[in-house]
């Protein structure tokens, strides 16, 4: 078992927390070749700020259905980045396999490290 982390930035509308949640869910899922059997759950949290949807929904949209998800409100840290959803995908793999995290727009200050 392995797990891929990322992240988003968005804006507080239903309409943009599931677009931009498929936009990385689905760069996740590319960028590491999985398959949908391949995913064992999806953990998201979500920024205050963000109130207007929940992000497991979004998955839910795009097909992926028979996976566990669960949503949670990250911590509030003074200064922290604003209006921003992460992940944590566990996945079915081998410790050998080449791991890519995924962070996009604003989220990309969380880890300028490997981006």
Do not use: W
């Not at 869910?25 to 059997?37: A, G, H, P, V």
């Not at 999806?42 to 963000?50: P, R």
């Amino acid at each position: 078992m392995n797990a891929i982390r990322g992240a988003i930035t968005t804006e507080n509308t239903k309409e943009k927390i599931f677009s931009d949640t498929e936009e990385l869910i689905k760069k996740i899922i590319e960028e590491n070749n999985l398959k949908i059997d391949d995913i064992i759950s999806i953990i998201f949290s979500a920024t205050k700020d963000l109130d207007a949807a929940y992000p497991a929904e979004a998955v839910r949209n795009i097909g992926i259905t028979t996976i566990p998800l669960m949503c949670f409100q990250e911590m509030n840290v003074i200064g922290s980045l604003k209006k921003c959803i992460r992940v944590i995908i566990y996945v079915n793999c081998n410790n050998n396999r080449k791991i890519t995290h995924v962070y996009l727009k604003g989220a990309k200050v969380l880890r300028p490290d490997i981006i």
